[in-house]
């Protein structure tokens, strides 16, 4: 008997003290370390001829400057139940998470992906934590209040448990005189 294993994914988010994550469609403060560790994270393969995919919403998308989009070294995968077409420099379009995992765990994608970020927006934060596949959270806790309108959703501890991961640096860190912290939770294993 073969067991079929569940996909993985991974969310990673910077979060404010109230968890806040966006305000007007875009990022609250302007951090190029936590950038660039986002960007570090979700393109580094083991592999070098696999590329890591990011799923996001579309406002999350549309949000990304249109000289930025995609996402480079990445596959980028925008989820929409409106949306008809893949929006020019994506590419896929998909309707929830579990299409956009099925999309990119079935071949011939599959051997062309090593990993799967989540990254954005709310909604589907919420949609990806509440999956089977959910397994890891890279949640960036920014040590300040900021005015918000998108939220990051509680993180459960009866569900995840915070873990160490040699790739994230454990102490806390400050860039313009604001200071963040790298955290790392896993799904606890029932």
């Known amino acids: 008997m073969t067991t079929h294993r569940i996909p993985e994914i991974s969310l990673i988010a ?11 469609g875009d990022l609250p403060w302007k951090l190029r370390k ?21 799923i996001m919403g ?6 990304i400057p249109a000289k930025r989009r995609p996402l480079p070294k990445r596959i980028n995968v925008v ?9 020019e420099g994506a590419d896929y379009l998909a309707n929830s998470i579990e299409e956009a995992v099925r999309l990119l765990t079935s071949p ?11 990254i954005g927006g709310s909604g589907i934060y919420k949609a990806a934590i509440e999956s089977r596949m959910c397994h890891r959270i890279y949640l960036t806790r920014i040590m300040a209040k900021f005015d918000c309108d998108t939220f990051f959703p509680e993180i459960s501890t009866d569900k995840f448990l915070m873990v160490s991961d040699p790739n994230v640096p454990e102490e806390i860190q400050e860039e313009n005189g604001i200071k963040y912290k790298f955290e ?7």
């Open 108 to 118: 011939p994608t599959a051997e062309k992906v090593e990993r799967l970020w989540v």
């Open 34 to 54: 936590e950038m660039a560790y986002f960007n570090r994270m979700t393109t580094y393969t083991k592999n070098p001829d696999k590329q890591n995919a990011v």
């Open 184 to 190: 790392v939770y896993e799904k606890k294993i029932n």
């Open 79 to 87: 989820i929409s139940r409106e949306m008809k077409e893949v929006p």
């Open 58 to 63: 579309r406002k999350t998308w549309f949000s």
């Open 14 to 24: 910077a979060a404010c003290e109230s968890l806040g994550i966006g305000f007007r």
